[in-house]
């Protein structure tokens, strides 16, 4: 049974992304992002599930500096949750019963047409996490609580509505986490997420997605984050479509290798989605296969 | 005297930049980022202030997303604040009389190797932000609260210690945002932000990013977000120096437009490092007044 820290309190989107994973680990609720990870790191834990993408509770550029230091961890998974809440109430509470309503800030962020609809004239208040919210309610500080629906397992509260989302299809991502170890299996449908530090100058940026490009590589997510501490170098998080042991991607990999200051390595896994990723025409292995024997008859002199 | 709505509540670091944009202004701090943006548009203020980047307070994603959405906005100025945190107490109490220190979770991330150090034994608890902490230590909650350097001219608290941080060098950068209208004038150190739509293809960020290279222009910072409501389409912010009363600039933009499904315009304003752009040899404003001038020439056949 394995063991998964992940960036808690209980009863958070982040644990039940955990629990999507694998609903027979134990799951280790850890204060905050760099935490789990360390659990990871130190062996005190076998994976760590943290927010990585457009999280509810926040915090996911805490994700992305705690992947980029330290001793690396690679993501073995990922896992996608819809961003819907369920608003959870003392047992036999009505609407008429509600004048206080609490959440994450991003979560009320994130229901405010809803709250509009339905809590009117309902005064809204932050707690620091969707479950201390629920927690709150339980204590008769607050009357109702936006939380994720795993909260309703943990709390003997009652749920007054669920599926509640002002924008029906927005999303959280998280990944799941590990040593480095034996990568998952290519399965057609992976995702490669890197760190890339590169000189800060014009064209830089533009040449190394080109080098991804020319091999038919879909860049799914981009984002640049500073080096404060080192003048003139940029840090960029890509993820891309791709497994590591796919010809192009290694290609393309070595490629960042030799254009940038360091490429950190942040695993090849499987798409949540499933969505296999197209290879276009002369970037398949076998494409690369058939270049590198022609290359190679070439420089044994054997063709021409 | 300008009235700024900021991303609340009073003694938070968004506060410390309103206040840094103008120590005249009238400050109204509201509740999220969306609001603050809010009462912009719809002319309840005449400027916003909010977090773009690495904020203590987290919520950086919101900012971005409101910026996509609504009626435009524009940013006419940016503020960078170091992060470094008072850590306030009660008057007379000593580090001997601190059982418990709380904050906003980011921020306690941020100090925990200070917290190691001069506070070992001491509880952490989280807050719904830096200024609630304080607010928290003048009700007796806690003892001890890590806030913007700000918070202590709002509450009647002592400074147990300023300039409170783990990485001397991290900052968080603010946007200050108004209605479309006449833009800041060229400074020669300015920056330009856009949104961008592209289609969800391999190679149309690369070649998107081309356009800015090919015209020496540098980008400062991009981030991809999702568009889950549009399969196949990807937003990218960008951040990239110049104003768009430069030609280079002027012409990548239109380049983008013609390219992209869709660009919204977010700005051009000075840099708050107050560093001039570099303008390599064939892309200065002369460079192009030549070069539309020969063009023209031929085109009349007066020239060849």
Redesign the interface.
């Known amino acids: 049974m394995p063991r998964i820290a992940y960036f808690g309190p209980r009863g958070t989107f982040t644990e039940q992304a955990a629990a999507a994973f694998d609903a027979h680990a134990e799951l280790v609720p850890l204060?905050?992002?760099?935490l789990a990870v360390a659990a990871v790191r130190a062996g005190e834990a076998d994976l760590a599930c943290v927010p990585v993408?457009?999280s509810v509770e926040?915090?996911?550029?805490?994700t992305m500096d705690t992947l980029a230091g330290d001793a690396p961890v690679v993501a073995v998974a990922e896992r996608v949750l819809p961003v819907r809440f369920s608003v959870l109430v003392r047992p036999g509470a009505t609407f008429a019963d509600v004048q206080t309503v609490a959440s994450h800030?991003?979560a009320?962020?994130q229901v405010?047409q809803w709250l509009g609809k339905h809590m009117a004239n309902v005064t809204?208040l932050?707690?620091?996490?969707t479950a201390?919210a629920a927690v709150g309610v339980l204590a008769g500080e607050f009357d109702a609580a936006v939380t994720a629906p795993v909260a309703a397992a943990h709390y003997p509260l009652a749920e007054l509505a669920t599926e509640v989302a002002d924008?029906s299809?927005?999303?959280t991502r998280f990944l799941v986490l590990s040593r480095p170890g034996a990568l998952p299996e290519p399965t057609g449908a992976d995702r490669t997420s890197v760190f890339v530090v590169v000189s800060?100058?014009?064209?830089e940026?533009?040449?190394m997605?080109?080098e991804?490009?020319?091999r038919?590589?879909?860049?799914?997510?981009?984002?640049?984050r500073?080096l404060?501490?080192r003048f003139g170098e940029y840090r960029?998080y890509l993820d891309f479509d791709g497994h590591i042991a796919e010809q192009r991607v290694g290609d393309a990999l070595a490629a960042l290798h030799r254009r940038s200051q360091r490429v950190r390595f942040l695993g090849s896994y499987p798409k949540a989605d499933g969505v296999a990723s197209t290879v276009?025409d002369g970037t398949g292995d076998t494409d690369y296969r058939e270049s590198a024997a022609w290359l190679a008859a070439l420089r044994r002199g054997e063709d021409a």
């Open positions: 204060p905050t992002i760099p993408e457009n926040g915090a996911v550029s805490a800030p991003h009320l962020a405010q809204q932050a707690s620091t996490s201390a924008e299809d927005a999303v800060h100058r014009p064209g940026l533009a040449a997605l080109t991804l490009a020319m038919g590589i879909n860049v799914s997510r981009i984002e640049s500073p404060r501490n960029f276009t």
